[in-house]
């Protein structure tokens, strides 16, 4: 069960009965309690960047001034808390970081889906993929008269495709970039990574690459990484 209270600062009420409503909880449930900060300059200027009004300050005080008033208000709750975060020189996706760490016994894990996608090239681009790669180059079933009419899911396309040498030279060459990047992308906080395969049609050389390197991905069992594949123009 997962439950989010919220709280508005104008009304002190919630501030002042909190410490007794932790303890209260605490005897149910395991209660933990994260205090978020930041400096005074940093916070000021998070409030010109969104342009928000900060919900104490009225036309006879300053931002500061409410600031102020808001750490005093918030006193007691930083008291019990049980951790605080300073996060005035992280980005968003550092306080992500540190939040998973700080619970990551309690929480799903998060994982990071790569999906490849063939498409062709000639029934337009794959605009949303994250890296997308070009396998024109390799021997094309197309114009075998026995392949034309199958695609890259077939096993005698795929074995067509694999007799060009440059076809398993080209996907380790793939495996290879990703097997570096993954980990990378998924410690950034990253939870897509889109891959295009693209040739003419996207029937035949595209879908066999593809098809090849989701299996060969999955079989590397890589952690926290799942792998998808779908093929746009069949």
Known sequence: ?????GMDIRDDTFVKEFPELKKMLSKKLSVDVLFLTADHEV??????T???RHPLQESSNSLLQAL??????LEPIKKVA????????WTPHALARQIEQRYEKVMAGRSLLVSFTS???KNGPFRSADCLFDVRFLKNPYFNKELKEKTGVSKDVRDYVFSDSRAEAFGEHVLNYLKFSIPEYYSEGKHYLRVGIGCTGGKHRSVA????????LT???LPHVDVVVTHRDL
Not at 1 to 5: D, P
Not at 43 to 48: E, G, M, N
């Open 209 to 216: 690459l593809s098809e090849y390197l989701s299996q060969s």
């Open 1 to 5: 069960m997962n439950i989010a209270i």
């Open 68 to 73: 102020a008033k808001e750490r005093e208000i």
């Open 43 to 48: 916070v000021v200027t998070r409030y010109s």
């Open 50 to 52: 969104t342009r928000r």
């Open 82 to 89: 049980d951790g605080a975060f300073d996060t005035s020189y």
């Open 219 to 221: 079989d590397l069992n």
């Open 119 to 121: 498409f062709g090239f």
